[in-house]
């Protein structure tokens, strides 16, 4: 049996929707995100997924990166990717190919409805 929010002995008090102390803390937080994506476009990459040690268990898949920084890289893949397996992230550049490699740390399936009607998984990589 649930709990019937219509008779909850809670309140939050009476709001003044025009005090302009709360409407500049609004406006503070107008644009907020609650996702924690970036703002960049997703970057189209190539990974190589290494679940073993020998050179024959490495496949390579496509995958769009979110965000990289010094210690971790956000992947966009339409599989889930294995905590604990090795992945070398192949970015293109006009100078060439970058590769950063990395262990997957966690992964989880799309939270968002889009993401689940295309079948996409958001994996986070810490960088070796």
Avoid: C, Y
Avoid at 14 to 22: F, G, K, N, S
Avoid at 64 to 76: F, K, P, T
Avoid at 79 to 106: I, M, Y
């Amino acid at each position: 049996m649930g709990h019937d929010k219509t008779r909850s002995s809670v309140s939050v008090g009476a709001v003044d929707w025009d005090d302009p102390t709360l409407d500049a803390l609004l406006q503070k937080i107008d644009g907020w995100k609650v996702d924690n994506r970036s703002d960049h476009p997703l970057q189209e990459v190539q990974i190589q997924i290494s679940s073993g040690w020998t050179a024959n268990s490495v496949v390579s898949k496509p995958a769009q990166l979110i965000s990289m920084d010094e210690g971790a890289v956000v992947l966009v893949t339409r599989f889930p990717l294995p905590q604990g397996d090795r992945v070398r992230v192949d970015t293109p550049h006009a100078d060439g190919t970058r590769s950063v490699w990395g262990w997957v740390a966690e992964g989880r399936e799309g939270h968002r409805a889009a993401d689940r009607e295309r079948g996409l998984f958001l994996s986070k990589l810490r960088i070796d």
